[in-house]
């Protein structure tokens, strides 16, 4: 049996929160829950904004969300229109950066560990 991979997000990351455009900081142990049947702690490697008590978290597999806490794991809420594309190579969901080099000042890029896949900013978003 051929075992699959879940790609790795990388911790050189930096996103752009949609909600107030500021830089969104990388947090190893982001999102914690314990498993009901052996009180084991879980944990997701994410991004998260914490300019003036924002919520918005990042992940290359759930895109932007918000994190609302349910008894048993928290539950990912994804936040409206801020995940319009996904990597070509890995089918992740690309975060929004800040790039000199784009007439708008921002370009989408993918998540994962060693992947250089980028977009120009889209027009409305």
């Not at 319009?84 to 790039?99: E, I, M, V």
Request: charged share 25%; proline share 6%.
């Amino acid at each position: 049996m051929k075992e699959t991979l879940e790609p790795v997000l990388s911790e050189a990351l930096r996103p752009i929160c949609p909600r107030d455009n500021h830089q969104m900081r990388y947090e190893a142990n982001g999102i914690q829950w314990k498993t009901p049947l052996d009180d084991h702690v879980q944990t997701m490697a994410a991004y998260h904004c914490d300019f003036a008590g924002c919520s918005v978290g990042y992940d290359h597999m759930n895109g932007y969300f918000t994190v609302v806490n349910a008894p048993e794991r928290p539950f990912l809420v994804e936040e409206p229109g801020a995940n319009p594309l996904q990597c070509a190579r890995h089918g992740t969901w690309l975060y929004r950066c800040k790039d000199d080099r784009s007439s708008s000042g921002f370009a989408w890029r993918c998540g994962v560990e060693g992947c250089d896949y980028a977009r120009a900013d889209v027009d409305g978003l």
